[in-house]
């Protein structure tokens, strides 16, 4: 009798603990999330990638062409409509002269530049990485992304999504300034 | 700088922002009073739930009256606006942009369980107070839930400093009669769940559940269910004339989201039936109460957690993802608790025969079961792999298509003799006779409508027909018998039973001969030249240009004739919105009962020559009519007579 009715409570249970799984895959996958985990990459040399140069016929865009010192890699592409979001204040950056270096990603390279003719320029250079193939080295989810590198080419930060003053301010002008002294 | 005369008006999100806190006081109030109430037998405090909820709809209307404000004037320092409005975007989508994204869509989301709180605080005097007591309770503790996720997480007031010269714009897909007007319908049923929820709850707190409970909760799901059906087939319908390429439905995890807690939902429904008739299935009909809410929540969670969606979809974001995730948790884990230790479903007294409408009913629970949990898993099972570090893998709709059919065909045959048998026990005998038309039509109208319309296409299409077919012509047996004076008048929620099921018929009927006999072909056509499809000639005469108020499109114009006389012109076509740039596919349309005439503009192929995509889809408007027939099912049945009485009143159906 009482073993009967204890049977009929685990059964009643089973929704519960079918719930308890659950929750915990999404906790997982939350944790998964590219916009919670930081990129294994901190702390890291920033990968390498020799790339053509998207405004620059013919010519190639490797780590050893960037400037001394800390810079900035903006992943972007011209389907991402994030891309347009953020390109005013990278417009507004280029204007102040920051070391911004754009990764145009999984585009048509004709498709990108007439893009940055419509909105203007804010990059001192532009790998194309049509393929994704360096995106992958970097571990990019998707655009828009921006990476931070500090004066010893060491990965310091990245943001996912677009990138704004107050992001911009807390996480990336320490690094920046602290590097131009 | 602003003009300080300007006073209130510019204060107008920030008393938006204000009325939300004030309802979230409200939505504590509501929550606390009369479920402490209901439990210390304190009768004012229980009075309390009903100008608590009113006053909580007022505030958040008062919010979504000031975000709407704030959109129509163009408030560009206004963060959500300037993301997602323009000074070109059209007076009416301004005002649909408020539910255009996360934020509003929230606010909007809230506003509807707002006003279902509101209307159970109105309709529910012949209620038991302690019963009313804790619905409003458990109404309150979810918009407590939702009000703080807004507040905390999804501002959608917060300012823009400096404020933006102008918009964004709103994403070019929603603009779109259909689209403008399908959130709020599935979020009536989504949030319209909430109710049967908070009842199963409250039977569960109060340790009681018997028939009069059942009769009080079956219009309200009922309505819900109504509004998720027709929001369903609405999206449907959009994705099909506006994504470009036809298709209905893609099993994609948004579309599961809102698919899930409607085969929930209908299996809901069913059981309440057997609960209020005949007092049993009342732990099934608690834990589908449960499950049907919990899956919208858990819908609310894939599409707003982004778990699920595009990596490319940075709507999402990892602390809403969070909250919802927490706040499923805690609802869902206490319900489910609660229902594990109250054992409060009455122990049956009676029994039934294994040819009755009770084993029908049970069948249906549990295929209805099966579907929403095979649906379930194929859009969770990628997201486990992933956690379990098994590789990134999607399952795609060749896995749905199957494990969709297979109870699902079963069903309708057992939806059909279900509908005719008796509660109880039913006499074989009579029941055979009932049933001999309908089947009759069904195999003769397999066998006219393959060998006059359609052809051969297989023993699976037949199979499907003869379900859809044989669903419908069971559901209007009564119907029909009434007309022809040999049957007794069915009463309203017969009526709707039947129609609803006719609904259901004319859906399966319309998704299988699509599917069978659908023609799609993509073809490089050259001004001036022909194209064959189904008998039907497309040529595409030319390609002009087209201007429209935030957008410039490139319009085909494409004559379809057969058999050299004019049928109709076709006018596709490719849109570029001003602001965003994004290419938009409008598809031409010819609609028809006995076939749709579509054709989508692709890409300009040189200077002459377009790639064009040109289908015929027989039967593709029975899907949406079916789901429409559905909706109004349910509403005939919710307007039946008994459910307003206060005492029950016996039989009818």
């Given amino acids: 009798m009482s073993s009967g009715r204890r049977r009929v409570r685990w059964i009643l249970l089973l929704p519960c603990a079918a719930l308890a799984v659950m929750v915990y895959f999404f906790g997982v996958s939350l944790g998964r999330d590219p916009g919670l985990v930081p990129s294994p990459l901190i702390g890291r040399a920033a990968p390498e990638f020799s790339l053509p140069e998207l405004l620059a016929p013919g010519s190639v865009f490797s780590l050893q062409d960037v400037e001394e010192g800390p810079w900035m890699l903006n992943i972007w592409a011209s389907w991402c409509s994030g891309c347009i979001v953020e390109h005013e204040f990278l417009m507004a950056l280029g204007r102040a002269g920051a070391p911004l270096y754009g990764l145009n990603w999984k585009d048509a390279p004709a498709d990108a530049r007439e893009w940055l003719q419509l909105r203007g320029n804010p990059y001192r250079a532009i790998a194309v990485d049509a393929n994704g193939r360096a995106g992958i080295d970097w571990g990019v989810y998707g655009a828009p992304e921006t990476f931070l590198i500090d004066a010893k080419g060491i990965v310091r930060y990245r943001h996912v999504g677009p990138l704004d003053e107050a992001v911009f301010s807390q996480a990336f002008l320490p690094v920046l300034e602290g590097g131009a002294q | ?653």
């Fill in chain 2, 1 to 653: 700088m602003q003009d300080r005369t300007l006073g209130l008006i510019s204060m107008i999100p920030e008393i938006g922002q204000i009325s939300l806190a004030l309802a979230l006081c409200l939505a504590a109030a509501l929550a606390v009073f009369p479920l402490a109430g209901a439990h210390a037998g304190n009768v004012r405090w229980m009075e309390a739930g009903r100008p608590c909820a009113l006053g909580m709809l007022a505030f958040v209307a008062l919010a979504f009256a000031m975000l709407a404000v704030s959109f129509l004037r163009h408030d560009f320092s206004v963060q959500y606006v300037a993301l997602h409005s323009n000074l070109k975007l059209p007076a009416m989508y301004r005002f649909a942009a408020i539910w255009g994204a996360h934020e509003g869509s929230l606010v909007l989301w809230q506003l509807i369980l707002s006003s279902w709180t509101a209307a159970v605080a109105l309709a529910s005097r012949s209620l038991p107070p302690t019963l009313r007591a804790r619905v409003l309770g458990v109404l309150g503790l979810i918009s407590i839930g939702f009000l703080l996720f807004i507040l905390l997480t999804s501002n959608p007031f917060l300012r823009l400093f400096p404020a933006a010269a102008d918009g964004a714009d709103l994403n070019p897909l929603l603009q779109d009669p259909a689209l403008a007007i399908h959130p709020p319908l599935l979020y009536m049923g989504y949030v319209g769940l909430a109710v049967p929820f908070a009842f199963a709850i409250a039977a569960l707190l109060g340790g009681r559940l018997d028939r009069r409970w059942a009769r009080w909760t079956r219009p309200w799901t009922t309505a819900a269910w109504m509004f998720l059906t027709v929001g369903i087939a609405l999206g449907s319908w959009w994705a099909y004339y506006e994504l470009g390429w036809g298709g209905w439905w893609f099993w994609d995890p948004v579309e599961n989201a809102s698919f899930m807690p409607w085969l929930a939902g209908t299996a809901l429904i069913h059981t309440l039936a057997v609960t209020e008739r005949r007092g049993l299935f009342g732990n099934t009909t608690l834990l589908l109460a449960i499950a049907a809410f919990g899956l919208s929540l858990l819908g609310t969670f894939l599409v707003r957690s982004g778990v699920l969606v595009s990596v490319h979809a940075f709507a999402s974001d990892p602390a809403r993802g969070l909250f919802i995730l927490v706040f499923l948790a805690i609802v869902m884990g206490g319900a489910l608790l609660l229902y594990a230790f109250r054992n409060v479903a009455a122990n049956p007294q009676t029994g039934f025969k294994l040819v009755s409408r009770e084993s029908a009913l049970l069948v249906n629970t549990v295929l209805l079961s099966a579907a929403t949990v095979l649906v379930l898993f194929g859009t969770l099972y990628p997201l486990a792999l992933d956690a379990l570090d098994m590789g990134k893998i999607s399952v795609g709709p060749p896995y749905f298509n199957l494990v969709f059919i297979l109870p699902m065909l079963p069903l309708l045959l057992v939806v059909g003799a279900g509908m005719h048998a008796s509660w109880k026990a039913t006499n074989t005998a009579a029941w055979g006779r009932k049933l001999r038309v309908p089947a009759a039509v069904a195999i003769l109208g397999v066998i006219v409508l393959t060998a006059a319309a359609y052809g051969f296409a297989g023993i699976l299409t037949g199979i499907g027909m003869l379900a859809g077919l044989w669903v419908i012509a069971a559901a209007l047996r009564d119907p029909v018998a009434w007309l022809l004076r040999r049957g007794p008048r069915p009463g309203r929620s017969a009526w709707g039973m039947q129609l609803a099921h006719c609904g259901l018929g004319v859906t399966t009927l319309g998704i299988v001969v699509v599917s069978a006999w659908g023609v799609e072909t993509d073809r490089r056509l050259a001004l001036g030249e022909n194209l064959e499809v189904s008998g039907y000639e497309f040529q595409l005469e030319r390609i002009e240009e087209v201007e429209g108020p935030n957008y410039q499109a490139a319009q085909g114009v494409v004559r379809v004739s057969r058999n050299g006389r004019p049928v109709t012109t076709l006018y596709p076509q490719k849109r570029v919105y001003e602001v965003q740039q994004s290419p938009m596919t409008e598809a031409g349309i010819d609609a028809g009962w006995r076939h749709d005439l579509f054709v989508a503009l692709g890409e300009p192929l040189g200077e002459e020559a377009w790639s064009v995509r040109v289908q015929v889809k027989p039967l593709v408007r029975f899907i949406w009519l079916g789901a429409l027939i559905m909706g109004l099912g349910g509403l005939l049945a919710i307007s039946d007579r008994r459910y307003r009485m206060a005492s029950p009143k016996e039989d009818e159906s």
